[in-house]
């Protein structure tokens, strides 16, 4: 059974950072294609950043480009976001994905890639 649990997230000052992770239990982190999504209120869910194992290719979106790092413990079959200079249009409920097929690049931004799927945290940027 595939499980992805991620840590809670949390309320951030603007230009603050944070660190989300997401447990991974039934696909080994050594293969397939990982991902994190968000879904602010009213709006679709979007792509954020993925990564996949077999070239260590990694995407980001271009508004997280550069302030966002996703990153991986194999050892711990754990996936992390490091968030930084964090804006309030951050803001949302992050979600993590995972497939254990090696996903084409154009695929890795799309959800129907993505077989299994975490719970979702909140993540509020604010003062």
């Known amino acids: 059974q595939v499980q992805l649990v991620e840590s809670a997230g949390g309320l951030v000052q603007p230009g603050g950072s944070l660190r989300l992770s997401c447990e991974v239990s039934?696909?080994?982190?050594?293969?397939?294609?990982m991902a994190w999504f968000r879904q602010a209120p009213g709006n679709d869910r979007e792509f954020v950043a993925a990564?996949?194992?077999?070239?260590?290719?990694?995407s980001y979106a271009d508004s997280v480009k550069g302030r966002f790092t996703i990153s991986r413990d194999n050892v711990k079959n754990t996936m992390y976001l490091e968030m930084s200079s964090l804006k309030p249009e951050d803001s949302a409920v992050y979600y993590c994905?995972?497939?254990?097929?090696?996903?084409?690049?154009?695929?890795?931004?799309?959800?129907?890639?993505?077989?299994?799927w975490g719970q979702g945290t909140q993540v509020t940027v604010s003062s």
């Open positions: 039934g696909i080994p982190l050594r293969s397939g294609t």
């Open positions: 990564f996949r194992r077999s070239d260590r290719y990694v």
């Open positions: 994905a995972a497939t254990s097929s090696r996903l084409i690049v154009s695929a890795m931004s799309a959800e129907p890639g993505y077989g299994y």
